[in-house]
């Protein structure tokens, strides 16, 4: 599974942005999708997940300005982001939990994008 991610960028605080997602490849079924975050000198961090039933989780440090939402028709993931802070700058990594087709089985695992930095300047 490849996923694609895209949307970042240089913003003000108090600005938003909308990162997108796509999978692409053999797969079968996604699980959950969301998104993380590493900010420079820190471990990777949840920044919000959605399951393929709609429910959503996010951590506290986000919630109610940031906004994650899928098309499980595309296979995308999204993460509306509003009333950004400095503090929410880092790069962020899309993540899928996904079911594919490996020669004659399925194949579970988790797969990552490869990142897309928001800058939020104070």
């Known amino acids: 599974v490849q996923l694609q991610a895209s949307g970042g960028g240089l913003v003000q605080a108090g600005g938003s942005l909308k990162l997108s997602c796509v999978a692409s490849g053999r797969i079968f079924s996604i699980d959950s ?3 993380y975050r590493q900010a420079p000198g820190k471990e990777r961090e949840l920044v919000a997940l959605i399951a393929s039933g709609g429910i959503r989780n996010y951590d506290q440090s986000v ?3 940031f906004t994650i939402s ?4 595309k296979n995308m993931v999204f993460l509306e ?5 400095p503090e929410d ?4 990594y899309c993540n899928a939990v996904a079911t594919v087709y490996d020669v004659t089985r399925l194949v579970t695992d988790a797969y990552w994008g490869q990142g ?3 800058t939020v300047s104070s």
Not at 89 to 92: D, F, I, L
């Open 33 to 35: 999708m969301g998104w």
């Open 63 to 65: 919630k109610g300005r």
């Open 70 to 73: 899928r098309d499980n028709a």
């Open 81 to 85: 982001m509003t009333s950004l802070k």
């Open 89 to 92: 700058t880092a790069v962020y």
């Open 116 to 118: 897309t930095l928001v």
